[in-house]
């Protein structure tokens, strides 16, 4: 039980797992056809993954493939996933990743496609759960070069990315985790599209903004701008040095407020501590969305 790792390439609960995860995908529309791949790692130098040109929605347990951490097939009657160099690289630079999702959920890659970078401080779910969405730059899905496309992205805290022109990966803890995180940004990037159809999108003040930072603080969620001084509180500026030319800007969306960034500014509440932390408002705030984490993460 005390293991760092999961039970090894023959676990076959985690196969199933993996094909219980890929009926999600398939079922939400986030892959077409034999689009999208998942993987666990099982092991110091081993993962489990699903095959390529296979429909998710439709895979049984014997599909699934075990690779190395250097892409290299170890078992399984079917090949690899060609993408599973993305998730490997997921996991060697992020060592607390034990699971990805990779897909193309129509609605998160329709910014990825116009290049719209995701506003931030806009719904509380999505602000403590998953912060900063940073955009990897487009590459010809396959080869290394693809799969280190997301390497300058890779800070504590990132737990989501869109694939410019192309997807969505995530990854988390445990697989459950990694694919429900696909789902929020999914959910939200679907919110934003309707909210800019019913009218305009409202951006929350910086006192709201801030008690949220404070909220995932206290729920001991990490997010960059815990650790970067220079990082705006909703500018998503979080990952600009890893952009080179290609950092997206708004265009179909309101340019995001001006707020001082959560380490430099505080003029409306500070972290924990601070009496507007501890309003039976917050506390039910923190109740609400702690139960509505465990709920997705039982179900
Ligand atoms: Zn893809």
Known sequence: MSSPWNSGINDRRLKEQICEIGRRVYAKGFAAANDGNISIRVGE????CSPTMICKGFMSPDDICAVDLDGNQLAGKRKRTSEILLHLAVMKARPDVKAVVHCHPPHATAFGVAREPIPQ????????F???IPFAPYETPGGQKFADTVLPF????????ILTNHGTVSFGPDLETAYWRTEIVDAYCRILILAKQVGNV???NERESRELLDLKKKLNIDDPRFHDVSCDLCGNSAFRDGYKEDMPEPCG????????GYLAGGT???APASPAANTPQFDALVKAI???VLAALGK
């Open 154 to 161: 890779l800070k504590p805290g990132t737990n989501a990315m």
């Open 45 to 48: 130098n081993e993962v489990l």
């Open 290 to 292: 702690t139960e509505q």
């Open 130 to 132: 998953l912060g900063e």
């Open 268 to 270: 409306a509440t500070a």
């Open 253 to 260: 969306f309101p340019a995001p407020p001006e707020y001082p």
């Open 121 to 128: 401080c806009i719904l509380p779910e999505v602000e403590v």
């Open 202 to 204: 409202s951006y929350l």
